[in-house]
């Protein structure tokens, strides 16, 4: 069992968020045996969508899934790429598919999260249409050598997916992120407080 896993299993709750993790970890896995062995691994997705509320650990999880892969070696770099709109639309005619491409290339070998995607439709203009036409084409470029997640609130997700059916064939898990509840939120506490020491009386 590798640190980060280990990690992942000693957060506060998201019991079901843990048990999806472990299913993606097996199905990585799987995926990279059956390439080894010379297996068609074309149809195969691999990319995935972290739904929830801010504060929900989407981000966190995400960190910890990129160095869990690592350290089975299922992807080649233990690299977490977290970009926006801003980092993926361009000013110009023309800048953003190079936008695109480039945070593909950051994220070669590893993970590309893609926070509050459905920004990129949002707003009329501004290039967000060719902004996601890019990502589709980059992640069938890229498939053997990026994993995308998609990162934002359920609903707005849910139009995100409508406004392109290539991005949702391409997903392959969907994470659903609940809201800590109070006695979650104490526990959290209680653990951040045992870590840092706050209520230690040594001196």
């Known amino acids: ?3 980060s896993y280990d990690k992942l299993q000693r957060m506060v709750g998201l019991t079901e968020i843990k048990s999806i993790i472990d299913q993606i970890i097996s199905s ?8 080894e062995i010379g297996l068609d691994v074309t149809g195969i ?4 969508i972290f739904t929830g509320n ?3 650990a989407k981000t966190t999880v995400a960190r910890l899934l990129t160095s869990i892969l690592y350290e089975e070696k299922v992807i080649d770099r233990n690299r977490f790429v977290e970009c926006g709109r801003q980092d993926l639309v361009g000013r110009y005619v023309g800048w953003t598919a190079k936008q695109v491409e480039e945070q593909f290339r950051k994220a070669m070998g590893g993970i590309l ?4 995607a459905y920004s990129l439709v949002e707003r009329e203009g501004l290039y967000g249409d060719e902004a996601i036409i890019t990502i589709v084409q980059m992640m069938e470029n890229y ?15 849910e139009r ?3 406004k392109n059916e290539g991005l949702r064939s391409r997903i392959a898990f969907h994470v659903d992120f609940p809201d800590y509840n ?15 020491d706050i209520f230690s009386t040594k001196r």
């Open 1 to 3: 069992i590798s640190n």
């Open 28 to 35: 990585q896995k799987m995926n990279k045996l059956r390439r």
């Open 45 to 48: 997705s691999k990319h995935m």
């Open 54 to 56: 801010p504060g929900s």
């Open 113 to 116: 999260f893609i926070d509050e």
């Open 143 to 157: 498939r053997d050598d990026v994993i995308v997640i998609f990162a934002g609130y359920p609903d707005k997700m």
């Open 160 to 162: 995100f997916l409508e």
């Open 182 to 196: 109070v006695e979650e939120l104490c526990d959290i506490l209680k653990l951040m407080s045992r870590e840092k």
